[in-house]
């Protein structure tokens, strides 16, 4: 049989929770794959390391001092990129199959939408790429003949379950949310908690910004957008439950009835995988899900009073354009002030409901997605500052 060739993956964001699991996925398939190049933030000692396991031909830091330290600590003798012009920049001038955008933020549209016009194939783990610019991304990627493979569980859940029932009309997507740390806690104490408090995820290991939504249930309505695009499927037909045992990923109820769930473990390493190997479909080197170890699976209605946050994300996003643009942005600039604690966790939801709801639902360019997302974050920041 004739070997395939190998496939060259760029990590964006390898320092991170997803670009560590991206990587480890790696090193078990070395006939596979191989990394051509690596973007991280500041975090020079772990980019240290993982330039001596893969060799990369080309690293990107994003703050210039860390990649002043980064040269002069570790000989490399590929490229290092700097700033956010760096990174795009890296992306046109390293050829790669497929570029995983593990980037925390809105910081990971740009990226996207570079290696889209590369016409490289994009496995995606940053959900704010789609909430900011799905109406462009999506599109960009048909005509370019380029393919968006989600990362997140459950869209990873529900991109499996469809591609095995390519002709069967969907009834609704349904994605299911662990609840976060406080879902039985009383609405009057939410006020109290702290950031400590919400980054203890129940079921997932995840880095600070994505615990924080997932406490706020920000998370699961960024999904819920993201869903709207990857799979085109109106907002009416795609419903949030709580799953607190993370068991069963996502599921998908077709127009006859019938429910199809993906199940798994809770670990990050099976969705990469799967994005990864995408089109084709490897055995795990990873332990694998043993039933008999599960007592019960429970399913409640999320609590929307009580978690806000979801009950916005279906406006703002049915809204589109700049407001969802404002939305995602105002909620990132909320989750830094709280984990600085400067606000409240209840301020969280009422200070991006406020900031959005100024916005409209114009639809916006490149450039006027980046300008809508910088005037939110500035609004963003004087509302806090007055609080």
């Known amino acids: 049989m004739k070997r395939l060739r190998i496939k060259r993956v760029m990590v964006l964001g390898a320092s991170g929770s997803i670009g560590k699991n991206t990587l480890a996925v790696i090193r078990k398939f070395p006939h596979d794959f191989s990394v051509v190049a690596l973007s991280v933030s500041k975090s020079i000692d772990t980019l240290a390391l993982e330039v001596k396991r893969f060799r990369p031909k080309a690293v990107h830091i994003d703050r210039p001092d860390a990649a002043d330290e980064f040269e002069k600590r570790v000989r490399f003798h590929g490229t290092v990129y700097r ?98 740390p406080f879902r039985t806690l009383n609405r009057s104490a939410l006020a109290r908690v702290t950031p400590r408090d919400a980054l203890k995820h129940p079921t997932w290991n995840m880095g600070a910004k994505i615990s924080i939504d997932s406490a706020t249930m920000m998370n699961k309505g960024l999904e819920v957008i993201e869903a709207h695009h990857l799979f085109d499927i109106p907002y009416e037909k795609i419903e949030v439950v709580i799953h607190p045992q993370s068991v069963i990923h996502s599921l998908v109820e077709f127009v006859d009835g019938e429910i199809y769930a993906q199940m798994g473990p809770t670990d990050m390493r099976y969705p990469i995988q799967n994005a990864l190997t995408h089109p ?22 999320p609590d929307r009073k009580k978690f806000p946050m979801l009950a916005l994300a279906y406006r703002f996003g049915k809204k589109g354009g700049a407001a969802a643009v404002a939305f995602n942005a105002a909620n990132e600039v909320c989750v830094g002030a709280f984990l600085a604690g400067s606000i409240r966790f209840t301020d969280i939801p009422a200070v991006t409901a406020k900031i959005a709801a100024r916005f409209s639902a114009k639809k916006l360019t490149v450039d006027g997605i980046m300008h ?3 005037k939110a974050r500035r609004m963003a920041d004087e509302e806090i500052g007055i609080l």
């Open 372 to 374: 809508a997302d910088h």
């Open 83 to 180: 700033g956010p012009e760096g990174l795009t920049a890296m992306i046109r001038d390293v050829g790669a199959d497929l570029v995983v955008n593990a980037l925390v933020g809105s910081a990971g549209f740009l990226p996207t939408v570079t290696a889209i016009e590369c016409g490289t194939d994009v496995a995606l783990a940053n959900k704010e790429t789609l909430v900011a610019g799905g109406d462009i991304i999506m599109p960009l990627a048909k005509e370019r003949g380029v393919s968006i493979i989600p990362i997140d569980s459950e869209h990873s859940a529900i991109f499996q379950i469809v591609r095995h029932f390519r002709d069967v009309p969907i009834h609704k997507l349904i994605l299911t949310a662990s609840g976060g």
């Open 280 to 301: 084709r479909v490897l055995p795990t080197p990873f332990d694998r899900l043993d039933l008999t170890t599960l007592s019960e699976l429970n399913f409640f209605p």
